[in-house]
């Protein structure tokens, strides 16, 4: 589901911009909007050439064609904007099948832990003629979550669920970070225990008799897109529960913290300052 989330953060898709002309080096067409970031970051923005219908950062993706997304590319459009490399998520076997007919090289990706992230940063500068902007852009990472690590050490360290995913206006149909991947990841750099820690996969639906029990001391509810607010918190009905009895609900909103890319370390450091706003005085 985290995995899901992260491939399909919500928005429209948008309209289908010409293709560049002229580019300096491989041309590539992604489909996974995390990897589209990284390249971005890594300086290969302007051989971006097309990208998936939900990609919507940096801004400068506005302005490229659309081919399609996890479920549905666009093979002709894609190849109609003769690329050199294709972004590919891992379960987009039939694609890769397609493009491998065709010639076309492939950078498939997966999403995993903050170390896939680090690893992809660098690995997708090699292939794209970027080799030292993408170690220098894992370092920039690696050095953010390192000081945002180093800033909240030492502080007590509260068990949290980390939700993404919540029926509105309700308690129902809770989604929250298992033990693994980068949100429980990111979690422990900003000094917060997962309550979900023991369970070996990245995603769980949590129903309220579940949350009971782990008696999470602070909730923190992460929202790729706005939407309307809630005139009375729903967390209301379990008042049991440290978090709500204490009031230490929070909600935070932006892809960054659904999109395993460049920005992890914003979103690191907005759930460190929510856990520990003492640390950021």
């Not at 492939?106 to 992809?120: A, C, S, W």
């Not at 000094?191 to 008696?215: M, T």
Request: charged residues 20%.
């Amino acid at each position: 589901m985290a995995c899901a989330l992260a491939l399909l953060v919500a928005c429209s898709p948008r309209e289908q911009a010409p293709a560049p002309t002229e580019v300096k080096g491989p041309r590539v067409v992604s489909l996974v909007p995390s990897v589209t970031e990284m390249l971005f970051a890594v300086g290969a923005g302007p051989q971006v050439v097309g990208v998936s219908s939900f990609d919507k950062f940096p801004a400068d993706v506005a302005s490229r064609p659309r081919v399609g997304a996890l479920l549905d590319p666009d093979v002709e459009r894609i190849l109609a904007l003769k690329p050199d490399l294709v972004v590919t998520y891992g379960s987009q076997s039939a694609l890769r099948a397609q493009l491998e007919r065709a010639g076309i090289a492939i950078f498939e990706y997966r999403h995993g832990g903050i170390g896939e992230t680090l690893e992809t940063l660098e690995a997708i500068g090699v292939r794209t003629g970027h080799t030292e902007e993408g170690r220098a852009a894992a370092g920039v990472l690696r050095a953010q979550l390192v000081g945002i690590r180093q800033r909240v050490e030492g502080a007590p360290r509260p068990r949290t669920v980390l939700v993404f995913g919540r029926e509105p206006g309700a308690v129902r149909n809770v989604w929250a970070s298992g033990g693994k991947g980068f949100l429980h990841e990111l979690l422990d750099v900003a000094g917060a225990d997962n309550v979900f820690a023991d369970v070996d996969r990245e995603n769980v639906q949590a129903s309220s008799e579940l949350l009971l029990a782990r008696a999470p001391e602070v909730i923190v509810e992460l929202r790729a897109e706005a939407r309307a607010p809630e005139a009375t918190s729903p967390w209301a009905v379990l008042p049991s529960i440290p978090a709500v009895r204490g009031n230490r609900i929070h909600v935070l909103q932006g892809d960054q913290f659904v999109v395993p890319g460049p920005r992890l370390g914003q979103a690191a450091e907005a759930l460190a300052r929510v856990l520990h706003p003492e640390a950021f005085r």
